[in-house]
């Protein structure tokens, strides 16, 4: 019954964000509770981080269905961590009631801009006939095993037919810094935090790993263009846990796809690089599966795994 979802009761709405306060992640999620308050009401947002996320998706997964707790999904939740950890607290392809994506990051393959004019390498072309005619030479860095970087490293490794040494750092700042300083040679960055170095000349964009290109950085071509059905992103959406009503996800995929497409969230997501994405809640489910059956083949062939 849809009653659960009367606002006239004083109870708040929650979205739980499983990463700390501050991130790109953390700021969309209130960008959300701010535009959705005239249609569902006064909606808090409960930052729970730890255990690469899986701590508050876990307290969304138990939460009771009713609509009131709700909460972020991304690609390290939902796709990654199941084939990561050995021991996962919920299950992703079952415990959660799809509501919408909200938005994709490009990630963007990016050399430290010395090391590439010395090198001449300009395109994805010129970096895997490098690294073929060097194997072993070209390193790359991440924020760590498992990482979303590590990840699309091995992927572009295995799709090219190369060998690059994977350097891992303790999150994604030390790992720019090291390429910045020429500790390593190429990394696959998100392009929110690798933007403002590309501007400033210090970081090359080699190619952005969506499909296609993207908006905010119209020059620079896909590595799908070379490598065929190369795609991978960061991404993140809302979810409710199972059993939620289908009329109480109907009703908040509505908000929050209104709340989405406002002019206003288009330009605040813009300034982060991001692209918003508004689905139904079968679209969302559906590519959520697909990932998460992506990233088996991903995870298992870098070997990275978290007791």
């Known amino acids: 019954m849809s009653s659960t979802l009367a606002f006239a009761q004083p109870r708040v709405m929650r979205i739980i964000v499983p990463y700390a306060p501050g991130g790109p992640i953390d700021v969309t999620a209130r960008l959300m509770a701010e535009r959705v308050k005239d ?42 961590n199941p084939w990561l950890y050995s021991k996962m607290p919920y299950n992703a392809a079952t415990d959660f009631a799809p509501i919408t994506q909200m938005l994709r990051v490009p990630n963007v393959l990016v050399m430290n801009a010395d090391t590439a004019n010395r090198l001449k390498i300009n395109t994805v072309a010129d970096l895997v006939k490098y690294a073929k005619a060097n194997p072993g030479k070209l390193n790359y860095g991440s924020g760590g095993n498992g990482s979303a970087g590590h990840l699309a490293g091995e992927m ?48 090359k964009a080699i190619a952005v790993t969506t499909a296609k290109r993207s908006a905010v950085l119209p020059d620079t071509p896909a590595i799908a263009e070379t490598l065929k059905g190369f795609e991978i ?17 109907a009703k908040l995929n509505k908000a929050f796809v209104d709340a989405l497409n406002t002019p206003e969230a288009k330009t605040r997501f813009a300034a982060l690089m991001a692209e918003p994405v508004a689905s139904s809640p079968a679209e969302f489910g559906a590519f959520m599966k697909s990932e998460l059956a992506k990233y088996e083949k991903v995870v298992k062939a870098s070997g990275a795994k978290v007791d």
Not at 49 to 68: E, F, L, Q, R, W
Not at 157 to 164: E, L, M, N, S
Not at 233 to 249: I, K, N
């Open 39 to 80: 249609s569902l009401g006064t909606v808090i947002i409960e930052n729970k981080p730890g255990g690469g996320g899986n701590i508050g998706v876990d307290a969304i997964a138990k939460a009771a269905p009713d609509g009131m707790t709700i909460g972020i999904s991304a690609v390290a939740t939902h796709a990654i």
């Open 156 to 203: 572009f490794k295995a799709q090219a037919g190369i060998f690059a040494v994977h350097i891992p750092y303790n999150g994604g700042n030390p790992a720019q810094l090291a390429l910045l300083s020429g500790q390593v040679d190429f990394n696959f960055d998100n392009l929110a935090t690798a933007s403002a170095n590309i501007k400033a000349g210090k970081l």
């Open 233 to 249: 992103d960061t991404w993140w959406g809302l979810v409710a846990p199972a059993g939620t009503p289908p009329d109480v996800v």
